[in-house]
């Protein structure tokens, strides 16, 4: 029988299709007006619809963004990943912890894709697409902060539990263990170089979604995780 991660692989290579159909049939093409009827609409939805154009620049910088990360960025260190000798026991952990990951992700994103539009009163494609590239970024690379460890998935719908986010932490502590210290201080060099230059190509504004002040430290830890989690 097909394995959950299988399921969930599957789902997210037909996204990825669509998104990449979007940004062919958008090259070259400007992106259309919203149709705004007051006669069909009601007030608030009307109000909602005219206010929908303010995202069109929003989704421009994001697809450049996104296009930069996985035309530069992620190519520049795949080699790097894909050379890593990684011991037997922090291999385990990390497809543990790849698992549980993938199967939160699926989990949230169907969740608020369904009430984003519906919050949005249906008639604000473009703040919807824009909502949608930022969640999108969390399937071509991890974030194991963002989508696990955050403690505002305790009141976020859909909520995670207090033992869930204790069971979390608990495997992210011990796969951050199973780390021998040459090759911590490795990928330490390496994830600040990525740091560095995922910074560069976010200048114009693409902010992480579900984060806020993290000490260096955790944020460093959670970085040497997601490129370790990270397996394309």
Same mark, same amino acid.
């Given at each position: ?9 599957? #789902? ?62 992620? +190519? ?70 963002? !989508? ?41 060099? !390496? ?7 995922? #910074?560069?190509? #976010? ?11 993290? +000490? ?17």
């Amino acid at each position: 029988m097909p394995s959950v991660i299988y399921y969930i692989m599957k #789902s997210i290579f037909k996204l990825l299709i669509l998104f990449n159909f979007f940004l062919e049939e958008s090259y070259g093409q400007e992106i259309a007006s919203n149709t705004c009827d007051s006669t069909i609409l009601t007030k608030k939805e009307y109000e909602k619809c005219i206010s929908d154009t303010a995202w069109t620049a929003d989704i421009i910088i994001k697809t450049n963004y996104i296009i930069k990360f996985k035309t530069f960025l992620l +190519p520049k260190y795949r080699l790097i990943r894909r050379d890593l000798n990684i011991p037997a026991t922090l291999q385990k952990s990390l497809q543990q912890l790849k698992l549980i990951y993938d199967t939160v992700l699926s989990k949230k994103l169907s969740v608020f894709q369904i009430e984003m539009d519906r919050n949005q009163k249906y008639v604000q494609p473009k703040a919807y697409i824009s909502s949608l590239l930022s969640l999108q970024v969390f399937k071509f690379y991890p974030d194991i902060y963002a !989508i696990l460890l955050n403690e505002i998935h305790l009141d976020l719908r859909p909520k995670s539990t207090s033992e869930e986010q204790y069971l979390y932490k608990q495997i992210f502590d011990n796969t951050l263990k199973s780390i021998p210290v040459e090759l911590y201080q490795k990928l330490s060099k !390496i994830t600040n170089e990525l740091s560095i230059d995922n #910074s560069k190509l #976010s200048l114009q504004g693409f902010p992480k979604l579900f984060h806020g002040l993290i +000490p260096d430290n955790y944020r460093s830890q959670c970085d040497i995780i997601n490129f370790l989690l990270w397996t394309e």
